[in-house]
């Protein structure tokens, strides 16, 4: 084997890993997909008007009651009695009507921030699984180029061999690391088929064609802690949840206290009476009558569930305390995370990577010339494609932070969404 091809085989594992993919699915086109077909979205819009069914529910004035009315019936030649009908209705008092709606209207509101937070959790682990295939896609890609080189290594290491200047442990030790990098294809391509699987699943479409995805893995974005802080104190859907959570809590107060203010329960009665009349002996004929009662809060003043709702706001207003002291730690913990693996993955491509490829390419030149031995030639790109690989693990972890980030935590997009808030 000519100096020219072992020089030429070599090259090809110095290929950069930065290039995209000509045609494939694009982050928008996975993000339709999922807002179309995953399952928490139709039921997330099935709570939301359901809660809008209660909050109309609630308003609702009460249906009257109609029937018959009779009194001293009797009959046979004797006749007399009186029968008709009555109409009773309760008059709803004190703002309790109101008062209702207002708990029921929270509630619906809530419904809404919740189908925010279900699509804020949906776009949020696409995203992140978009761009973990994008870097197994990545990855099998540096680890083809590797099992490419180590069989045009192992080649190489039997012809010089042949010609005297490799010995056998050379040749053996280039064998055991062309089967490990066949190893390593095998696992990132199952890696690759695994991350495209569990992508399809959060999508909607878990029998979607495996298909190549398009990006640009090294555009990772740049995160300022505060900024993102002051965005999640102010926008996170779980601080605005607990948020109107206080603000339903002291609806329900407002309503408990307009509980014991009675309503007046009003009948009308109109009927006939066959009562004969003095002197004539003629039926009394047509009469009305009316009556109107309430309830008196006597015994049951609703203190229970008063004192019930004066706990409810505590515990709600302790609850917003607890979802931002909470929500800051998550962010601390994140941007640890992010800043490490951004810092690393610049690390890797201003520094590590130009000099380990120089390094190769220097090594390769001084064995072009006779100056430098084989085996260093192997063990820089050696160095280089492991470099690379770190590199792809770098960036992942740098999106994978970045974007639950962005997501204020929000990631899992097949959680099960939260159910609707009912009236007490």
Known sequence: MSLLRVTK???????????????????????????????????????????????????????????????????????????GAFLSQTLVMGGKLGAARRVAQLGAKEAQTNSQAQRLRILGNVRALFYQVLAAQRMVEVR????????????????LGNVGQADRPDILQAEVEQQQAEVSRRVAQQNLRASWKILATVVGKPDLEVSAV???????????????????????????????????????????????????????ILMQSYEALPGSGRPAGLMGGAQIGVELPIFDRNQGNIAA?????ENATQELVRVRLDLRRKLANLFRDYDAARS????????????????YMLYRGNYQKMAAAYPQVLISQRTLFQLQVEYIQALDSTWQSALQIRAFGLTDGLAQPAGIQRAP
């Open 9 to 83: 085989s070599l090259t090809i594992g110095v290929v950069s890993c930065t290039l995209l993919h000509a045609a494939g699915l694009r982050l928008e086109d996975l993000e339709q997909m999922a807002l179309s077909d995953n399952p928490t979205m139709a039921q997330m819009q099935a709570n939301v008007q359901a809660a809008e069914g209660l909050a109309r529910q609630a308003g609702l004035y009460p249906n009257p009651t109609a029937g018959y009315y009779g009194d001293q019936i009797r009959g046979g030649s004797f006749g007399g009695g009186e029968e």
């Open 214 to 268: 398009e990006g640009d893995l090294e555009a990772i974005p740049e995160m300022n802690y505060e900024e993102s802080l002051a965005a999640a104190l102010s926008d996170s859907p779980e601080v605005k949840l607990a948020q109107q959570e206080v603000e339903r809590a002291e609806a329900m107060l407002s309503q408990a206290r307009k509980v014991p203010i009675p309503d007046l329960q009003v009948t009308g």
């Open 144 to 159: 083809q180029n590797l099992v490419k080189l180590a069989g045009d290594a192992v080649q190489t290491s039997h012809e």
């Open 344 to 359: 690393t993955a610049l690390q890797y491509k201003t520094e590590m990577l130009p000099r380990a490829e120089q390094a």
């Open 309 to 313: 709702a004066k706990a409810g706001i």
